[in-house]
């Protein structure tokens, strides 16, 4: 009922910028939240940003000043715009949703399928 298409990964140099999307398709009554998370290999998934409807974004530490994050309510699709990439970046990255869908009252995780960043020294 519900999808979460990433986009915008990619290959990038130290220091450089990637701007990852997420269009979120299907059913929908509202998505109370947007988040973006990551796994590097060997590691668990871990958070990276996240924006609730009408809220305030947070942030993890090791990126905060780097990383912004932001969504179109309209056009139901999340942002993450990465600026001054480093090595540790290096990951997947997934974008999650809090959505209730129409029809049911409850309100879900969903989850992309995960895109690869890359980030070469």
């Known amino acids: 009922q519900v999808q979460l298409v990433e986009s915008g990964g990619g290959l990038v140099q130290v220091g450089g910028s990637l701007s990852l999307s997420c269009a979120v398709s299907?059913?929908?009554?509202?998505?109370?939240?947007m988040g973006w998370y990551r796994q590097a290999p060997g590691k668990q998934r871990e958070f990276v940003a996240g924006v609730p409807s009408g809220g305030r974004p947070s942030y993890a530490d090791s990126v905060k000043g780097r990383f912004t994050i932001s969504r179109d309510n309209v056009k139901n699709i999340g942002y993450l715009q990465m600026n001054s990439l480093k090595p540790e970046d290096t990951a997947v990255y997934y974008c999650?949703?809090?959505?209730?869908?129409?029809?049911?009252?409850?309100?879900?995780?969903?989850w992309g399928q995960g895109t690869q960043v890359t980030v070469s020294s």
């Open positions: 999650n949703g809090r959505i209730r869908v129409i029809g049911n009252s409850g309100i879900y995780d969903y």
């Open positions: 299907g059913s929908i009554f509202s998505i109370n939240y």
